[in-house]
């Protein structure tokens, strides 16, 4: 069974950094492309960043550019969101999603397949 698993959130202080996980099981996130979203209360989902199959090619939000950095280990069949300078508007339930449609070097924030079940991160002094 094709599975997600978002792990690293939790409570931090602004201007502090956590770095979320999300670990496929089931099968080889080489041939996805993978995409973080974000998505805080009362608000819509919105993208934050991706990263292509290839690893070459990310795209952030501008909210979090310059700030969070995607990145992905093949052989760990896991891909991280290194987020440092958080501010409290980054509090949100943070998601990652699979997609095998895009191209080897090219990822969007638009539709994915596949999603895991969420992490919180809160931003709070």
């Known amino acids: 069974q094709l599975q997600l698993v978002e792990s690293g959130g939790g409570l931090v202080q602004p201007g502090g950094s956590l770095r979320l996980s999300c670990a496929a099981s089931?099968?080889?996130?080489?041939?996805?492309?993978i995409g973080w979203f974000r998505q805080a209360p009362g608000k819509e989902r919105e993208g934050v960043s991706c990263?292509?199959?290839?690893?070459?090619?990310?795209n952030y939000a501008y909210s979090v550019k310059g700030r969070f950095t995607i990145s992905r280990d093949n052989a760990k069949n896991t891909v991280y969101l290194q987020m440092n300078d958080l501010n409290t508007e980054d509090t949100a339930v943070y998601y990652c999603?699979?997609?095998?449609?895009?191209?080897?070097?090219?990822?969007?924030?638009?539709?994915?397949?596949?999603w895991g079940q969420g992490t919180q991160v809160t931003v709070s002094s």
């Open positions: 990263i292509s199959k290839s690893g070459a090619s990310t």
């Open positions: 999603a699979a997609d095998p449609s895009y191209g080897y070097n090219w990822c969007g924030l638009g539709s994915y397949d596949y």
């Open positions: 089931g099968f080889t996130l080489d041939y996805y492309a």
